[in-house]
């Protein structure tokens, strides 16, 4: 597709992508854009102008706080969307062009929350990373526990403090035990990211109903970066026997863009086989995977960043469609907004371990860094920032990124 705008060929934000995001502009207040190129768009005066007319939408569900409504909608709509703007970005003589104000330099906005997520699972799906961590605390012939590869193990999270990128965090505070002395109360010394990406509920289902791997894309509106920050120190002391709790819940950091499954069609691939063979509820058929490059930059306090770490969604034991069918499959509903993480995305080698945990080795290695610094974990005033993007045969859709600073305790 070639357009009339200007768009970098490395950007992200290619005709290809056109993904759905919260923006506000001066005092404009909240409403719904999409990004191209270098450009925020807003959609509520794109509606204004005309141009979902023949979809029936009206322009009021352009200028929400969230996404929500747009995306109950359905997938007719919300796609058709995304197709009339990649049109009218090709149609030398569209109106779209005069429309300049429109079109406002993405610096100059300010993202937020996408999407209401009323409630937030993370998944525990990558087979490199949960070898890699059964390794270091069990040992090499029991890396996976018994259930492992026979369901996608997951937890209910805390959907109330999932933060877009830019909004800095506090070093959390808990309870730790240490080795050689009684449990203490104090700022986590063993900070991580994790290397996750999450993707969106867009259809509400009823308590009783199950989605198949078959019908579960259908239920998926899209998908954002994920960094599940972990206190690794206070989840080693409190996560038995119920699991991850006050470790996990102190925040969870998202890219403000959803890149939307039809605009990621092409980045299919098939994943991994699985042994032993699943139950048939999890079986599927064709590929379910996305080929997804993932990179993990730490900037530390001298502005120096340093690449720490390169993986791919690809490398994903359990996909998205699986763990849709599993998380419903006791007839748990899901509703439109509600956020499900895949878990640390590491892949097989050592550059593409998806969090400090594995890159240091529990502590045991050191990383180094631009500048001559060194880590283990995380200090303060670090920033993490999470990057992804899907490309081929000259289509490149990409989520941006999503940035955190570390700040002191509080």
Same mark, same amino acid.
């Given at each position: ?23 506000? #502009? ?7 854009? =999409? ?47 995304? =197709? ?15 429309? =300049? ?12 929350? !996408? ?5 937030? =699972? ?6 490199? #990373?949960? @070898? ?37 965090? #506090? ?33 509400? @289902? ?49 890219? !403000? ?86 878990? @640390? ?58 940035? @955190? ?6």
């Amino acid at each position: 597709m070639k357009t009339w705008l200007d768009i970098d060929k490395d950007s992200d934000f290619s005709i290809y992508n056109i993904p759905f995001g919260i923006f506000s #502009h001066g005092d404009s207040g909240l409403r719904l854009g =999409t990004r191209v190129g270098d450009h925020v768009v807003d959609l509520h005066a794109l509606a204004a102008a005309g141009l979902f007319d023949k979809l029936g939408i009206g322009k009021e569900v352009f200028s929400n706080s969230s996404l929500n409504n747009f995306i109950a909608l359905g997938k007719s709509k919300t796609n058709g969307v995304r =197709t009339a703007i990649q049109a009218a970005l090709q149609d030398e003589s569209s109106d779209l062009k005069n429309l =300049t104000t429109a079109f406002i330099k993405a610096s100059d906005v300010q993202m937020h929350m !996408p999407v209401e997520v009323k409630d937030y =699972t993370d998944f525990y799906s990558s087979i490199d #990373h949960a @070898t890699n961590v059964g390794m270091m605390f069990r040992d090499k012939d029991n890396a996976l526990l018994p259930n492992w590869k026979h369901l996608p193990v997951g937890y209910h999270g805390r959907a109330s403090s999932i933060i877009p990128s830019g909004t800095n965090i #506090h070093r959390p505070k808990g309870q730790m035990k240490p080795t050689d002395s009684d449990p203490v109360y104090g700022p986590c010394r063993l900070l991580d990211f994790e290397l996750e990406m999450a993707f969106v509920v867009g259809k509400q @289902t009823k308590i009783g109903q199950s989605i198949s791997t078959a019908d579960a894309m259908d239920h998926i509106f899209g998908m954002v970066l994920f960094n599940d920050w972990s206190a690794r120190d206070i989840q080693k002391w409190e996560y038995i026997p119920l699991g991850p709790f006050l470790a996990k819940s102190f925040a969870s950091s998202i890219s !403000p863009w959803v890149v939307t499954m039809e605009a990621l069609e092409f980045a299919k691939v098939q994943g991994q086989k699985q042994e032993p063979a699943v139950l048939p509820y999890l079986q599927y058929e064709g590929p379910h995977n996305f080929d997804i490059k993932l990179d993990v930059g730490l900037t530390s306090q001298d502005g120096q960043e340093t690449i720490i770490c390169g993986s791919n969604f690809k490398y994903m034991y359990w996909n998205m469609s699986q763990q849709l069918a599993h998380h419903t499959s006791n007839g748990c509903n899901v509703n439109i907004g509600d956020m499900m993480a895949s878990g @640390t995305i590491s892949g097989p080698e050592a550059g593409m371990f998806g969090c400090m945990l594995e890159l240091s080795w529990a502590g045991s290695k050191t990383i180094q860094l631009k500048g001559g610094e060194e880590r283990k974990f995380i200090a303060d005033y670090d920033t993490i920032t999470m990057y992804g993007h899907a490309e081929k045969d000259g289509k490149r859709v990409g989520f941006g990124e999503v940035r @955190t600073q570390v700040l002191p305790a509080l």
